[in-house]
């Protein structure tokens, strides 16, 4: 029985293949390093997040594009094998299917360049092919990887039928992006740098993140219909709650048995922050509960290396997160 209940959510957004070297220091320009280690893994921040939330034991919908390519038939023999849905997946010819390729230096530091592919061409209408299932859910998860519009159109069908949005706005937008974007989440959670982008404030001390989150939080709040919560994450620190009725904030830490430990590889933290996140929320839990459980899952992710490969299952994890 899952531990989850029949919690179900749903991500619109990214697949990539992921093409991971390991190296001592990253290379400045021009010059060449010998690497260490090589391997790939799946990813694209909109699978990451799925991929935790079916390995926390939800039923989960992936809504994304595809090439007609090898990486594009192993991104869907893998969301099968976790038992993601794949009804609404798109395949097409017309490019090929997104590839991020990631430096890693002996610190867990990263470099990444992303070719997103098959993921920009996810349209309006094939989301909406998928209303039926979207419907279904508590939670749909979107980011910026594919393009906005499409994205867009996934949030408006999520508050039409009633599914709560949670908007990870990364990576952070080099271009302004439509005001109503933010308007239809009801979850912004952007780490302290997209918060930097987002609001064009400085976020370099805790002060500072503070600060910039509050203002984000006022005006979303000035302008939504309905309550927008800000989360921002603060790395090893946790993450940052503003309420959307008095920007109140509260700071929710990593809990100590899992602070501190080696840091390993961060890439995909994030991701399964929000996915584990969005997972329990789904399910009931309070919010800084749902934060909490997310914060321990993603501190026991940086322990181990790669992507999706690091994030735990259910049955790895302390039964005492899935008590209610």
Known sequence: ISPMGGVRVCVVGSCNVDLITYTETLPALGETVRGVKFSMGFGGKGANQCVIAAKLGAKTIMVSKLGDDKFGRDTLENFRSLGVATDDIAVTRDACSG?????????????????????????????????????????????????????????????????????????????????????????????????????????????????????????????????????????????????????????????FEVKGLKVVDTTGAGDCFIGSFATFYARGDALPEAVRKANYIAAVSVQRPGTQSSYPTAAELPASLFAK
């Open 99 to 255: 590839v991020a390729t990631i430096v890693v230096d002996r610190n867990g530091g990263n470099n990444i360049i992303i070719v997103p592919g098959a993921n920009d061409l996810l349209t309006a209408a094939e989301i909406e092919k998928a209303r039926p299932a979207i419907k279904q859910c508590k939670v749909m998860m979107v980011q910026l990887e594919i393009d906005v519009r499409a994205t867009i159109a996934a949030m408006k069908i999520a508050r039409e039928e009633g599914v709560t949005v949670f908007l990870n706005p990364a990576p952070a937008p080099l271009v302004p992006v439509p005001k109503e974007l933010y308007e239809l989440a009801d979850f912004v959670l952007p780490n302290e740098t997209e918060l930097g982008v987002i609001t064009q404030q400085p976020t370099n001390t805790p002060e500072e993140v503070k600060t910039a989150a509050v203002a984000l939080s006022k005006r979303l709040n000035a302008s939504a219909s309905h309550p927008v919560h800000v989360a921002v994450t603060i790395g090893a620190e946790g993450c940052l709650l503003v309420a959307p009725h008095d920007q109140s904030t509260t700071i929710v830490p990593v809990p």
